[in-house]
């Protein structure tokens, strides 16, 4: 299965830090997503990094993938109070998904 | 374009009992999957239903079941309730299926076993 192991567990930060967050997957992928989800609610889709990508941007989002360490990292700028949730990460491909615990991400204004 | 809905939103049931969560998908999307929430296990995988038929199945008891119409909703099926069910079930829907792109997810059934 592609197991998706996020790290930290849970992060604190102050608005207006940026807040970086890792992932590790153990077979290979052909893309890997990164959700948020907001206290009790569905995910939201942040972006998708191909494997054959080495990084990506979206908005205030950079997501890095190095599939040598089977590890991506998403990167957060200028965080605001709204980013506080849980991000997971998941890696597509034998049509088995397994997300992790995520990270909660925390924002003090 | 409206997005994918779950229902009921909130059960409770008791130990023993049965239960079925439908979901809608978005319309045009073909693949359904569907995930168990909890707090000690987090995220995990139940089964994809794309065009009527599962396509992939995750490492749950025979007592989940679930399956999909030709209108591509879909619904899961929960026989002989135990307590450690309870769980926000979620599921999410895309076009190609859960390992092509993006999945548009609901906003969960919480299920509570009692």
Redesign the interface.
Known sequence: SQQGEEDPQALSIQEGENATMNCSYKTSINNLQWYRQNSGRGLVHLILIRSNEREKHSGRLRVTLDTSKKSSSLLITASRAADTASYFCVGGSNYKLTFGKGTLLTVNP | KAG?TQTPRYLIKTRGQQVTLSCSPISGHRSV?W?QQTPGQ????LF?YFSETQ??K?NFPGRFSGRQFSNSRSEMNVSTLELGDSA?Y?C?SSFD????????????S?LTVL
């Open positions: 994918v999957s995930y987090g995220l995990q995988f994809e396509r992939n995750g926000l979620l999410a299926g859960m390992n092509t792109g993006e999945l548009f997810f609901g906003e969960g919480r």
